[in-house]
């Protein structure tokens, strides 16, 4: 028992030499408040961005990882206020979480948008190539600044805008477009993606 207890006191005595050694102090503890402020701030642009597109049973979820991980690293930060490096490594994590969360969204593509086109010319090649690709569009003609235009509406989902814009650019180069957030339609048709593994599906007139 007493060769035990001295083992259990040496290696206690070591872990509070290592905690308060120079190396834990300006490398390890900052590069951990570091990680640990990238992760939250990255979640909390996620939960802003379900927050927005209505995601209410994801966001909640979200939320409450961010504010845990939040706490462990204010609650570090608070115990070493004279430590400049726990300070860099703080305001560094939340400009980089910020950055990586917005990249996150892009890959994750959620969400819906309207694209609104307007063109000079006959656009019934890109009407076309919009149908054919099923994608749901309304036609409209209008009067522009130089004469008759056609303006386009088509509600996409955000992960086929890059398709779309590719269609203008290659149809209609000099077309005039705009990418507007939708927080939801009611009735819309999309093009069914078959390697999505959870796809909503709704098509309508």
């Known amino acids: 028992a007493d060769d035990f207890d001295k083992i259990t006191q040496g290696k206690n005595m070591d872990l509070v030499g290592f905690y308060n050694s120079d190396v834990f102090k300006w490398v390890i503890l900052p590069l951990l408040i570091f990680a640990a402020r990238l992760i939250d701030v990255s979640l909390g642009t996620l939960r802003i961005i379900f927050v927005s597109h209505g995601l ?3 966001a909640p979820l979200v939320g409450f990882v961010e504010i845990n991980i939040w706490l462990l690293a204010i609650g570090q930060i608070m115990q070493n206020l004279n430590n400049i490096a726990c300070s860099l490594a703080y305001a560094g994590g939340f400009s980089l ?3 990586i969360g917005m ?3 892009e890959k ?10 307007i063109c000079k010319h006959d656009a019934s090649e890109l009407i076309k190539s919009l149908k054919e690709s099923e994608y749901g569009v309304t036609t409209h003609d209008a009067e522009g600044i130089n004469g008759p235009v056609k303006i386009i509406f088509a509600v996409i989902r955000r992960e086929d805008l890059h398709g779309i814009l590719n269609k ?3 149809i209609h180069p000099h077309a005039f477009y705009s990418v507007e957030d939708v927080r939801s339609v009611g009735e819309a048709m999309f093009p069914y993606h078959r390697h999505r593994l959870f796809q909503w599906h709704r098509k309508g007139k």
């Open 56 to 58: 209410k049973y994801i």
């Open 103 to 105: 990249l996150i969204e």
């Open 97 to 99: 979480g910020a950055f």
């Open 108 to 117: 994750l593509s959620i969400g819906m948008v309207m694209v609104r086109i």
């Open 168 to 170: 203008i650019h290659k």
